[in-house]
């Protein structure tokens, strides 16, 4: 069959198809995730390889039982990740990158997706507040990926030698690498210094407040004592949203320590970087100050509704910074200009030195990564940029901080029910809630530890078993099917009773419920049916 008319064919009934999923997925009465064991999955499909294909009518069988059995994003009631579906020409987009398949590590194997990539990673960079000649940005697999060639970059910048040599030049020079990061930040920072060979030993977590973000007097503190011990501060994460409360971490004052002790200050807006870049102010207050960060991550496809994945690294002083720290040049590969530049006018190479400067001197941007293959990305973002607008952007992060407000506001007022009691774990950073649901037939415990009777570290602290509590109601709730949620924890801080002046003591803070709003769908009706779930559960499992 011509591939054209195949694809017709196909393409045709995918609509119908995707189009019955999403009516399906959106119905209040559709589950958010199949129940059903691990053993009945794998026998809902034939995973045995075939001599022969199935061909078309087998193949829509196998895939309406992938969408029937995949967990669903549509529904209003995923309330599990930092992520949520697609906006419909997000699915557009997505289905563009398979119909292309074009690789975005050279120029000519992806030419438009060169240009979008490097105008779109410019404009994200300029509303961060980076130099307008300089700011740029690439596309990455995932804000982890993101933040590990943030830190490789830093640590290639600041020791040079370690390209040629590698670890053995620091080695033998007696330099010992050391990242610092918040107690709160992703793990991926963790990874990145596994991958990068500075060892966990050499990664710092600073403390936090209250509030879950870095404490940048312990970060200076921690900073001196390491140099002190023989060691070679060099990256800073600082995180715009952190993964369990939505801290954002105070920028301003951690750019003082960074400057003072000439260190790379990287921020990991994988989460909150959107609502930074595109939120209204009187909402939420948060500016990325300018000139004084090095690098940032942001990840479109967790709160602006691009399909996954689709996450930016901004550097602020160009891509030339990561070709020095990663580029090799391969001549086989990458074979600098555009074939069309001898041909520019003068207006067109005024343009094009623009770019260059911003680029590091070439369209080919692979060889400023880690990698070879790559997906042009960005395309996915400025077609949802394109279609919707910017105000639409700005809506719906305005909307998740609205809804955050909203729901902190609404377990507040319930306070004391029936069925028990509910308190927060702290008010709302940014578009997460945190909070703890008691069992009415716990309440008197839950009393006798708010007394001081109990297991509680300070009076307005928890108790442990509230943890266990937390897991065995998310855990019915999940089983059953009907919405999706999450629970996590954190260390919390206190200055040590002795020993040297900044030193802090961390205890894990008992299991809590943990629901982020970034699915623009959600009501004040769907927020009082996940309470009222908390509940029915609480009563099925506590009487």
């Known amino acids: 069959m011509d ?41 809902r499909l034939d995973l045995s390889p075939r001599d022969q294909g199935v061909g078309q009518q087998g193949i829509w069988d196998d895939i309406k039982i992938v969408c029937d059995t995949a967990t669903n994003t549509w529904s209003e009631r995923f309330l599990y990740k930092l992520y949520t579906s697609p906006t419909p020409i997000g699915v557009v987009s997505e289905s563009l990158m398979g119909l292309l398949n074009n690789n975005a590590h050279v120029f000519r194997s992806s030419p438009i997706g060169a240009i979008v990539e490097a105008t779109l990673g410019r404009r994200l960079a300029e509303m961060c507040g980076f130099p307008r000649d300089t700011g740029a940005g690439l596309t990455f697999p995932g804000g982890s990926y993101s933040n590990m060639h943030a830190l490789m970059v830093a640590r290639n910048q600041r020791f ?44 710092v977590f600073v403390p936090t407040d209250d509030r ?32 369990v409360l939505s801290a954002f971490d105070p920028l301003d004052e951690i750019s003082a320590v960074c400057q003072e002790f000439d260190i790379w200050l990287h921020v990991d807006g994988s989460w909150g970087g959107p609502l930074a870049l595109f939120g209204d102010k009187s909402l939420f207050n948060y500016r990325i100050p300018a000139g004084k960060v090095n690098s940032l991550t942001v990840n479109p496809h967790k709160l602006l509704g691009i399909p996954m994945q689709c996450s930016f690294l901004l550097v602020r002083d160009g891509l030339g910074v990561m070709r020095d720290s990663l580029g090799l040049g391969a001549t086989y590969l990458y074979h600098s200009a555009p074939p069309d530049a001898v041909d520019q006018d003068d207006e067109e190479r005024h343009i094009n030195s623009q770019y260059m400067q911003r680029l ?53 007022s319930r306070s004391t029910t029936k069925a028990g009691r509910w308190k927060l774990f702290t008010e709302p950073q940014s578009i997460s809630v945190c909070f703890w649901f008691i069992p009415h037939s716990q309440a008197q415990r839950y009393e006798n530890a708010a007394d001081g009777e109990g297991e509680s570290l300070r009076k307005e602290e928890y108790a442990e078993w509230w943890g266990d509590v937390t897991k065995a109601l998310c855990d019915r709730i999940n089983a059953d099917g009907a919405a999706l949620v999450d629970y996590a924890t954190v260390e919390r801080f206190r200055a040590a009773s002795a020993g040297r002046p900044g030193e802090f003591v961390g205890h894990k ?27 029915d559960a609480s009563r099925a499992i506590y009487g």
């Open 212 to 243: 879950g973000c870095m404490d940048a007097e312990a970060l200076r503190t921690l900073v001196v004592r390491e140099i002190e011990s023989g060691g070679t501060p060099f990256f800073v994460n600082a995180t715009a949203g952190t993964t």
């Open 3 to 43: 591939s054209s008319k195949e694809l017709e064919e196909l393409l045709t009934t995918a609509a119908h198809v995707f189009g019955d999923y999403v009516r399906k997925s959106t119905d209040p009465q559709t589950q958010v995730i199949d129940p059903t064991h691990v053993q009945k999955l794998l026998t």
């Open 509 to 535: 803070v008992p299991y809590f419920f943990r629901i982020p709003f970034n699915n623009p769908n959600v009501t004040l009706g769907t927020q009082s049916a996940v309470l009222d779930a908390i509940e």
């Open 360 to 412: 590091g001197g070439s369209w080919d941007l692979g060889d400023a990564t880690m990698g070879c293959g790559r997906r042009p990305d960005a395309i996915k973002m400025w077609i949802s940029w394109r279609y919707y607008g910017t105000q639409y952007f700005c809506d719906r992060v305005n909307r998740a901080r609205q809804l955050a407000i909203d729901f902190a506001k609404l377990i507040v």
């Open 160 to 203: 040079p030698e370690i390209k040629t040599q590698g670890l053995w030049g620091l080695a033998r020079s007696g330099i010992r690498p050391v990242v610092f990061t918040s107690a709160h930040a992703h793990y991926s920072i963790e990874k990145a210094a596994i991958a990068a060979g500075v060892g966990l030993e050499n990664v």
